[in-house]
T-cell receptor, first 113, second 115 residues
């Protein structure tokens, strides 16, 4: 089955700096890659996703890049703010398998003011 | 509109007891997923339902776990003879359909503690 690795497990950045989280996946048939943000005690919330037919997607301060050949994708957060502090999860799925998500282990991001 | 809801929000039970966790998906969503999040860990797929098709149970950790979805809407996850290792947050998610890469929206979860 699919296996998703996520790095780093923790990330501390100064407010205003950029944060980058990287994930690798094993199943070349995976075609959907969402990123979820989970604040303490809250439900995971989708922040951005990318499908395998594109290489990059951007939404304001957040961007995701996908390299299908290398089977890795990354989340980039620019101009970080204290409210970006949370745990971020990457995931992968494939339409042929009912889109069930396989998650990475999560990255705890702390933005220091 | 209303999001995914789950009940109860917290459940404390004694080892060996059975528990039922409920999920109400977003209206009109035909796909429903259950995931488990152990303390400080990532999310682990358990089971999903798509319309009237047979569920994909490939993620259920043991035969003590089962789930059903009545009328294509509400779902119940049942854990029989609970064990301490079952303690986790159980999250439900729904999407428009499982046959395409639609966004999955999560509920708030049920925190299960087995004493």
């Amino acid at each position: 089955g699919e296996n998703v690795e996520q790095h780093p497990s923790t990330l501390s950045v100064q407010e205003g700096d950029s944060a980058v989280i990287k994930c690798t996946y094993s199943d070349s048939a995976s075609n959907y890659f969402p990123w979820y943000k989970q604040e303490l005690g809250k439900r995971p919330q989708l922040i951005i996703d990318i499908r395998s037919n594109v290489g990059e997607k951007k939404d304001q301060r957040i961007a995701v890049t996908l390299n299908k050949t290398a089977k890795h994708f990354s989340l980039h957060i620019t101009e970080t703010q204290p409210e970006d502090s949370a745990v971020y999860f990457c995931a992968a799925s494939k339409q042929a398998a009912g889109n069930k998500l396989t998650f990475g282990g999560g990255t705890r991001v702390l933005v220091k003011p | 509109g209303a999001g995914v809801s789950q009940s109860p929000s917290n459940k404390v039970t004694e080892k060996g007891k059975d528990v039922e966790l409920r999920c109400d998906p977003i209206s009109g969503h035909t796909a429903l997923y259950w995931y488990r999040q152990s303390l400080g860990q990532g999310l682990e797929f358990l089971i999903y339902f798509q319309g009237n098709s047979a569920p994909d149970k490939s993620g259920l950790p043991s035969d003590r776990f089962s789930a059903e979805r009545t009328g294509g809407s509400v779902s119940t996850l049942t854990i029989q003879r609970t064990q301490q290792e079952d303690s986790a947050v159980y999250l439900c998610a729904s999407s428009k359909q499982a046959s395409s890469t639609d966004t999955q929206y999560f509920g708030p979860g049920t925190r299960l503690t087995v004493l």
